[in-house]
């Protein structure tokens, strides 16, 4: 063939030249074709960091948002404990109150039913002194003298006990409790005189 012979004739070099030619231009070609797939690479590459900076501004943001709101909502319920705390506490301390006002009230009413119902019993007391003062005042001998005697020792007893009547009256709460025990004994004795008296100058 020609193109043979013509290849055949040409020679070395030339062909070595022109091997190198098409090498350069492929080369070339293949350059050109990496460079342009690294642009559009480039590009995409720009776009995606694009995309993912906007993104992370967005999880920024909303991030911030979340952070107030809990913040907020931490607040709120900082502020309704605070308010539900006060409110029971103000619940607690009234029905403290009320009911430190109704124990003293019960106190009180115990403290007047005693003195009533002691009050009542020196009421009796007296009017054995004034029977046993009339006896006395029509015996003699030996008789008056222990009619006087009792009557010395009833009215001691009758004073003293109206002098814790007297304190008992004034007081309340762990005082007042001390009195009426004290009340009740010396009550007791006064009782108990009497009685023996009334049997004795029957």
């Not at 293949?30 to 590009?43: E, F, H, P, Q, Y």
Request: aromatic share 2%; proline share 1%.
């Amino acid at each position: 063939m020609p193109g043979s012979r013509y290849n055949a004739g040409m020679s070395k070099p030339i062909r070595l030249a022109s091997l190198l030619v098409r090498c350069a231009i492929a080369c070339a070609v293949a350059c050109t074709i990496a460079l342009g797939a690294l642009s559009v690479s480039c590009a995409k590459t720009q776009e995606k960091t694009e995309e993912a900076k906007s993104k992370a501004a967005e999880l920024t943001a909303a991030a911030k948002d979340q952070v107030a709101d809990a913040k907020a909502a931490v607040v709120d319920k900082s502020r309704e404990l605070a308010n539900q705390a006060k409110e029971q506490g103000s619940a607690i301390e009234e029905a403290v109150t009320a009911k430190t006002e109704q124990l003293t009230a019960d106190v009180l009413a115990q403290r007047d039913a005693l003195v009533r119902e002691f009050q009542h019993g020196l009421g009796k007391v007296d009017a054995d002194i004034a029977t046993l003062q009339s006896k006395a005042a029509s015996a003699t001998g030996a008789t008056k003298k222990e009619l006087e005697t009792s009557l010395a020792d009833l009215r001691t007893q009758r004073d003293a006990a109206h002098a814790k009547l007297t304190d008992l009256a004034s007081q309340s709460g762990a005082a007042w409790d001390d009195l009426a025990k004290g009340l009740k004994a010396a009550e007791q004795n006064l009782e108990a005189a009497a009685a023996r008296a009334r049997a004795r100058f029957h």
